[in-house]
């Protein structure tokens, strides 16, 4: 994965509270790999009509070319499916703006190079005054802002969150490099907590 | 003296290899749960040429595509592909498969527990977020995504920051038809579907002490949908009787030894908590939710909500959500009539569950048609011996086999555009259930209700002429 520092897109404003796993992909497109991209199945039921076309009034419709998503709180909530990143990612996302994330959402987006931008109400009100769909976004990953229009907005990330982006990191490359400490734990917990290992099957 | 500490600390003490300067701390894990949504993860591994680091630890179970009926002979080639792909994984890097006709398979945090796979003090991951079930157990368990099932499959450890703990305390005594679900839908419509970002979850107090390792399990489960990274109990004896000879438990003098340590596992007097929350259970009454929310719950005798009495921004999702869920404001959500319902799903399908519903069912016609899909082949099977198929199967409904069904519809059961299902699942997102369907979330006993009488209705004077 490739680490980011800055970015600059467009904007496509999503403002509805509660955008859950679900409703970023649904569950039927799952089985597909992840070849041919996710990208399509992106809210592929919310931006469509019961014929199955796109509506055209729908925000990411018309701002096909937007790579910063403004929503609403709670964005991502519920399933683990990091598929619901890979229709992000793949639909050209790259940064999510937003009160609140789903937890499980907030690690499966970093682990794909997506920022997740935690915005208090007020600057989420001011964002929201200050832009609106199509609107130039220039984000910086080193001073945690959103500068667009002439304001700067400062966002929140997890420390560990905002370090894994700018550099790329992939864990099991870290972790398997504190080989030795884990097989000392492992060690260690066999013998000290016996029970904790599945008995065999009778 | 050390300081007081909390079942979660506890409980990480014994897990962390070691914690890095940023906080984040590099974890053990004891079980990791595979199912055939885990096929991102196996393909992230073989693209690194990469084994399975602890194959004996790792357990892969047939859940979500599971076909619920005709399961001989699977029709459709997708769902067939999905299966047979995590058949060759587990094949390959040798990982124990409940597969399809294995006696124990079953949804995975149904099979967990049930198989004593799951125990206090464990960490135990799985590419799914209701994996706080186990939690029930006083085990560390919490979904992830496909980076990161890799990630356990690769190293068998998992890295997270320990998250601050919040306490909720229910006193009291549950009243008759209502039950964990009802706790946890109070919760989460209080606090919110966000509420507890961020945190881990202890429930604890009276109520839950009283509730059975299925109610408790319920209430972990649905945990996720308050926004907790965690949901946790403390074992006690409870704990311990339901995991006594299960197959994978330990045994013998490991059996005692394990108890002893278990015990252990309880906050201290004196424990910090970042916010400690008080529910009575005797002002906990049968609930449903109206929306597209977990959070949008409400006492099954309430009106259905006018948005224009709302704040702002609940006043929003609120009318949303009744527009998709074809509802009017202002009346009451008793009456609503449904199409069809279901029971099932990690959430509620167990034994427990299922009896609740046939105690509504025994001697009744469901006016609307119905599937009921058991936790696990283990539920079915204890289910038939008890008769309770019968029973549904008399009332009109639908006995099927186990998986994940009609929670998340990727096995193909699932609930037709604007009709609208009474569910004993977890989510009532928008499409979950099928493009769309409209969910409303209960307990068991309240979907049968809603079977009895073809529409939302109280359960309770349903159960006044029996012992439920």
Redesign the interface.
């Known amino acids: 994965m490739a680490g980011w520092t800055e970015h600059k897109g467009k904007a496509v404003v999503l403002a509805v509270s509660n955008i859950d796993t679900d409703q970023l992909i649904p569950a039927r497109f799952m089985s597909a790999s992840r070849d041919n991209g996710y990208g399509d199945f992106l809210l592929y039921d919310v931006r469509r009509d019961a014929e199955g076309e796109l509506m055209p009034d729908f925000p990411l419709n018309t701002n096909a070319d937007a790579s910063i998503l403004i929503a609403g709180r709670n964005f991502g909530s519920g399933s683990s499916r990091e598929a619901a990143v890979y229709a992000l990612v793949d639909a050209g996302f790259q940064v999510v703006v937003a009160t609140s994330f789903g937890d499980i959402f907030l690690n499966n987006a970093v682990n794909n190079g997506l920022l997740p931008a935690i915005l208090s109400e007020a600057d989420f009100k001011k964002l929201t005054e200050v832009a609106d769909n199509g609107s130039d976004i220039r984000i910086d990953l080193d001073s945690r802002s959103i500068i667009t229009n002439g304001h700067e907005i400062n966002f929140a990330i997890d420390e560990s969150h905002r370090i894994k982006l700018i550099n790329g990191w992939d864990d099991i490359d870290l972790t398997l490099a504190l080989n030795q400490k884990i097989d000392e734990f492992k060690r260690s917990r066999k013998i000290t907590a016996t029970w904790t290992r599945p008995q065999a099957v009778i | 003296m050390s300081a007081p500490r909390t079942l979660l600390d506890k409980v990480w003490d014994?897990l962390e290899?070691?914690k890095?300067d940023?906080?984040?701390s590099?974890l053990?894990g004891?079980?990791h749960l595979v199912h055939e949504?885990s096929h991102?993860a196996f393909?992230k591994l073989a693209n690194?040429e990469?084994k399975v680091a602890a194959p004996?630890?790792t357990f892969a179970i047939v859940d979500h595509?599971a076909p619920t009926q005709g399961r001989q002979k699977i029709e459709n080639p997708?769902?067939a592909?999905?299966i047979d792909r995590l058949r060759n994984n587990a094949a390959q890097h040798g990982i124990r498969i409940f597969d399809l006709t294995d006696p124990q398979q079953g949804i995975v945090h149904v099979v967990g527990p049930e198989q004593?796979?799951t125990?206090p003090?464990?960490l135990i991951n799985c590419?799914?977020?209701h994996?706080s079930t186990h939690g029930a157990f006083g085990a560390l368990a919490?979904?992830?995504?496909?980076?990161?099932v890799?990630?356990v499959l690769?190293?068998?450890?998992i890295?997270q920051?320990k998250p601050p703990v919040i306490r909720i305390v229910v006193d009291g005594n549950l009243g008759p038809g209502v039950s964990a679900k009802d706790i946890a839908l109070n919760w989460i419509a209080e606090n919110?579907?966000?509420g507890a970002?961020?945190c881990a979850v202890e429930f604890a107090g009276s109520t839950i002490e009283n509730l059975s390792m299925e109610g408790r399990m319920t209430l972990c489960n649905l945990s996720i949908e308050g926004?907790a990274?965690f949901g946790m109990i403390a074992p006690d004896r409870v704990t311990f009787d339901y995991l006594k000879d299960r197959?994978?438990?330990?045994?013998g003098a490991?059996?005692e030894?394990?108890t002893a340590?278990w015990s252990g596992l309880v906050s201290d007097e004196g424990a910090e908590f970042a916010s400690v929350h008080h529910f009575s259970a005797e002002r906990i009454t049968p609930t449903v939710t109206w929306g597209?929310?977990p959070?949008q719950a409400l006492p099954v005798d309430a009106m259905i909500p006018d948005p224009d009495a709302l704040d702002t921004?609940k006043a929003?999702?609120a009318r949303?959500a009744l527009q998709y869920m074809g509802l009017e404001p202002g009346r009451p959500l008793m009456g609503t009539p449904v199409d069809q319902v279901f029971i099932g799903s990690c959430t509620n399908g167990r034994i427990e569950d299922l009896r609740a519903a046939a105690a509504v069912l025994e001697g009744r016609k469901a006016k609307v048609p119905g599937l009921v899909s058991p936790g696990s082949t283990s539920v079915k099977t204890q289910a038939e011996e008890e008769g309770l198929d019968r029973v549904f199967r008399a009332a009109g409904l639908s006995w099927a086999d186990s998986g994940c069904s009609m929670c998340?519809?990727?096995n193909g059961d699932l609930v037709g555009?604007q009709k609208r299902c009474a569910s004993s699942t977890n989510?009532n997102?928008?499409?979950?259930q099928g493009?769309?369907a409209r969910t409303h979330l209960m307990s068991p006993a309240m979907v049968a209700a809603a079977a009895v009488t073809g529409t939302i209705s109280d359960v309770r004077p349903l159960l006044q002429d029996r012992a439920a």
Not at chain 2, 247 to 251: A, I, Q, T, Y
């Open positions: 014994e290899i070691l890095r940023d906080g984040v590099l053990w004891d079980r949504g991102h393909a690194r990469l004996d630890l595509y997708q769902i592909q999905m004593g796979l125990l003090g464990l590419g799914d977020s994996t919490f979904g992830i995504g496909a980076t990161e890799a990630h690769a190293t068998q450890t890295w920051k919110g579907a966000d970002r961020g926004g990274r197959p994978f438990s330990p045994k490991e059996w030894a394990a340590h597209t929310s959070e921004d929003s999702a949303k998340v519809g990727m555009a989510r997102f928008r499409g979950r493009r769309g």
